[in-house]
């Protein structure tokens, strides 16, 4: 199983940002999957997740500002963030499970793409 995340980089505060994650592999689950983020020398938190049925999670500090879509028929999440500030500079990671549970970690990770915002 693979999660294959892009778009991250280098932008400015106040600009949007659009981050994609594609899950391959021999894995017929994908029923959830959400983004994470990992700010420097912080603990890794949840971002945003969505079911296959299309439930969502939000996290509450920055929910007015992102959104959390994906096409199942192609195993991929993607992730908008509007407005950014140099706080949502960290690594952005996808996470995928069977199950919708974010209260534990999730079974399959990507490597994580960098976000970095520029004030």
């Known amino acids: 199983v693979q999660l294959q995340a892009s778009g991250g980089g280098l932008v400015q505060a106040g600009e949007s940002l659009r981050l994609s994650c594609k899950a391959s592999g021999d894995y017929v689950g994908f029923n959830a999957m959400a983004w994470y983020r990992q700010a420097p020398g912080a603990q890794r938190d949840l971002v945003a997740g969505i079911t296959r049925s299309g439930m969502t999670i939000e996290n509450a500090s920055i929910k007015s500002r992102i959104s959390i879509s994906r096409e199942n028929a192609e195993n991929t999440v993607y992730l908008q963030v509007d407005s950014l500030k140099p706080e949502d500079t960290g690594v952005y990671y996808c996470?995928?499970?069977?199950?919708?549970?974010?209260?534990?970690?999730?079974?399959?990770w990507g490597r994580g793409t960098q976000v970095t915002v520029s004030s």
């Open positions: 996470a995928s499970d069977e199950a919708a549970d974010y209260s534990k970690d999730f079974k399959y």
